[in-house]
């Protein structure tokens, strides 16, 4: 797990200094279920994850979202990250929150953008590889108000196909800005 992040300083109303920027490369690992979230209806779940990484300087992250995405129309092909006969889906909704253990404050976001190659047959073992974009929506605590976006590219590792579901374990890097409006 990789972490990095630094500071740019800003002024407040009072001339006191103030931490307002925060430069995000991180990445995070965890785990995943289909949820009986289905938005448009199409009988394909939102996918509910949850995962945990390290930000240095804000401390232990811990990271939840629940997004649904769709097959293109057309059909798009592609190969998996391990070898095997993959599909294009794309994003129809997603919500983020990335949780700071230490103080409890939140940082909410919206996924713009989530492409993966998920394969035709979905079986333990399968792999399936995403990459998009996040942005941030505000948040609790000193995130209240916060804007800002961030890359992101993973895979994901499906553990148990079932019928009724699918268990996943995952990881992905993040990296962008977060600006901290107070």
Avoid at 84 to 111: A, C, H, M, P
Avoid at 151 to 168: E, M, N, Q, W, Y
Wanted: charged residues 20%.
């Amino acid at each position: 797990m990789i972490a990095l992040l630094s500071f740019a300083s800003g002024c407040d109303e009072g001339g006191h200094a103030r931490e307002n920027r925060v430069m995000v490369d991180t990445l995070f690992s965890g785990s995943g279920t289909e949820t009986t979230i289905d938005t448009n209806g199409d009988g394909i779940m939102a996918l509910f994850v949850t995962a945990h990484g390290r930000i240095e300087g804000l401390g232990e992250i811990n990271f939840t979202e629940a997004a649904e995405t769709q097959p293109t129309e057309p059909v798009v092909s592609c190969t998996t990250p391990n070898g095997g006969e993959g599909q294009i889906y794309e994003l129809v909704t997603g919500r983020l929150s990335l949780q700071v253990e230490n103080s409890g404050d939140i940082i909410t976001g919206e996924f713009l953008s989530d492409r993966q190659c998920f394969p035709v047959d979905p079986q333990a073992d399968s792999e399936v590889s995403f990459e998009g974009q996040w942005i941030v929506t505000g948040g609790t605590g000193k995130f209240s108000n916060s804007t800002g976006a961030a890359d992101f590219k993973g895979s994901a590792r499906i553990l148990l196909s079932h019928p009724t579901g699918i268990f996943v374990i995952a990881g992905s890097e993040h990296r962008g800005v977060i600006e901290i409006n107070q």
